[in-house]
Each structure stands twice: as C-alpha cells, then as structure tokens.
C-alpha cells in the first residue's frame, strides 16, 4: 500500500480496521476474513454490514476482544461443499457440511486449541478459503518451507497465488482510497462503490 495512504489510515476507526483487514472479502474477491476486535468494535461492525451480503459470526471471545468470521455465506458453503474439501473435514472428524455446523465445531475447537488444550484447527483454513493443497502443505510442513506468503502461507502455484494476493492488495488499497473520500463504509458498500 502506498505510504501516503498508510499515514492517513487510523486503525482505531473501525470502519478503516474493515477495509484494511476485509476488503478482498467486501469486494467479493475471497470467501472469507477474520478480524480480531472489541466488543464495541463488533457491535459496530454489525450495524456497518447489516444491508449487506457479509454475515459474520463469532468464533470465540476472550478478554474483551472478539474474534469475527466476516463471510459470503454462499460462497463458503459452496466452498465447503467441494468433494475434496468434504473429505478433508471428514479426515478431522465433521460429519457435516452444512455451514452452521460447521461453525459450531469450529469454534469450539478453536476456543480449546486458544485454551491450549488442543492443537490448532486446520480446517480454519478452509473456511477462510485457502486452497486445500496449501492447507496440506501447512500441515506437513508445520508452517515451515512455504514458497511465497501474503494472504496465507502458499506450498503450490505460487504464480497464481501471487496474482490472486495483487488483487486483494488492489481492492484494499482502492476501497481505502474511497473510504477516506466517503467517510461511509456502509454507504460504500451499498453503492458497491469501488468494488469493481
């Protein structure tokens, strides 16, 4: 991002902390987001995206901080409905794939694996959109030997993740650059301005 635009952005404006962290999913580009906020912050949030086709849902909270799945609930659960992503989620134990459900298990396990008292949950990474070979690769690898990172660790077709990472980096700093115009996330989002 351009560093005239990093000097205007204030990370405590939630609507900035939006675009900032969320953008390629607002704009339809990515299934998925996490974002980490306060209480305040998330109940904000959820007046900003009422009117939109964003969904969130909680997936733990801890401290008065509150960790948030912004998504396309279409999108995802045809995501998770793919067969290899279907047998990948059964390998971990879920027996179903209707998003809802899968959101349950999901945060309980990832409410252990922040309690410590489990290891942490790969299928997260499915549910933010991540492509199963990478997600394999993560596993295997422990983190470790990735090709390329940005939006996630990628261990395959590191051209095209690369490509698909500019484009995220492109909305972001386009829908930055209306917002600090507008001054109105939600009016943006109703208008579906700069998300072309």
């Known amino acids: 991002m351009c560093s005239d635009l990093c000097d205007k952005i204030d990370i405590k404006d939630i609507q900035h902390l939006i675009v900032m962290n969320c953008a390629p999913v607002l704009a339809g580009l990515k299934i998925s987001n996490l974002l980490v906020t ?3 912050g998330y109940r904000q949030i959820c007046e900003l995206l009422k009117d939109s086709n964003i969904k969130l849902y909680v997936l733990s909270g801890r401290n008065d901080k ?56 790969h299928e997260l990474g499915i549910v933010l959109g991540y492509p ?16 390329c990172s940005g939006y996630w660790k990628v261990y395959s077709h590191a051209e095209k993740t690369t490509k698909l990472f500019k484009s995220y980096d492109d909305i972001t700093e386009n829908m930055m650059r209306q917002l600090l115009k507008s001054g109105n996330l939600r009016e943006m989002l109703a208008k579906k301005v700069s998300i072309s």
């Open 132 to 147: 199963l070979e990478d997600v394999y690769g993560f596993i295997n690898n422990r983190g470790q030997n990735y090709i």
């Open 66 to 121: 509150v960790t948030i799945l912004l998504y396309n609930r279409d999108k995802l659960q045809e995501y998770i409905s793919i067969d290899t992503n279907k047998a990948f989620l059964i390998q971990l134990g879920y027996n179903s794939f209707e998003i809802d459900r899968v959101f349950v298990e999901l945060a309980e396990r990832y409410k252990k694996y922040q309690a410590g008292k489990a290891g942490f949950p």
């Open 38 to 40: 306060t209480i305040e």
